[in-house]
């Protein structure tokens, strides 16, 4: 049995080791049929007060950042532009509004407003309002 679950674990650690990652500029998430996917973009401008959020900010598209939220039955998703590449967040339990986190970045929208912070560093905190096109 060890030798098998050895070779299974071998096996799998070779799936997923990075040289043997390829790149992509695109992928596709299979859902079951018939699922409604709902997409909207939505256009923020955000601030951030003291050394810490600036910081964070810089990370942000400096005028405006175009979010895109992706609905499929259970899959709820938030994809924006961080320092210049997209990053696909995935939606969190929140007690209020929807929360979606990647990495250790955190996008929490409210209504009109959302919120992007860092695990990294609790005093960081950017603040976003919904702006019309």
Request: glycine share 6%; with cysteine.
């Amino acid at each position: 049995m060890r030798k098998y679950s050895f070779g299974l674990m071998a096996v799998l650690c070779l799936g997923i080791n990075p040289a043997f990652a390829s790149k992509v500029t695109s992928f596709q998430i299979k859902l079951a049929s018939p699922t409604t996917v709902d997409r909207q973009t939505v256009l923020y401008t955000c601030q951030g007060n003291g050394e810490a959020a600036k910081e964070l900010l810089s990370r942000l598209p400096q005028k405006r950042v175009a979010v895109q939220y992706i609905n499929a039955d259970a899959i709820s998703l938030a994809v924006l532009p961080i320092e210049g590449h997209m990053q696909v967040f995935s939606n969190v339990i929140a007690a209020d509004g929807a929360k979606y986190a990647a990495a250790q970045y955190v996008w929490w929208n409210k209504g009109n407003d959302a919120f992007f912070s860092s695990e990294m560093d609790d005093k960081a905190l950017v603040t976003c309002h919904a702006v019309s096109k």
